[in-house]
């Protein structure tokens, strides 16, 4: 779990509970449309080929 004072919880408002589903359905419009407007990219931790190695034994081999 995120400590509260974490910046992805304030910044994404998660710091308090959502009173009812329209307004959680409501504040992840307004969320996605402003993370839109500005192209917000993920930032993965590793590359692809980083995570094959990783991830190796989850998948079997061809």
């Keep these: 779990m995120l400590p509260s ?3 992805l919880s304030s910044s994404q408002r998660l710091d308090r ?8 359905i ?9 993370r ?3 192209h917000a990219k ?9 995570a ?3 991830l190796k034994h989850l998948y079997p081999s061809i």
């Excluded at 509970?17 to 307004?23: D, N």
């Excluded at 409501?26 to 402003?34: K, S, Y």
């Design 26 to 34: 409501d504040e992840i419009a307004t969320w996605e449309d402003d």
């Design 17 to 24: 509970r959502i009173p009812g589903k329209q307004t959680l």
């Design 42 to 50: 993920a930032n993965w931790q590793f590359t692809t080929a980083d």
């Design 36 to 38: 839109n407007v500005t």
């Design 52 to 54: 094959r190695i990783k």
């Design 5 to 7: 004072a974490s910046p």
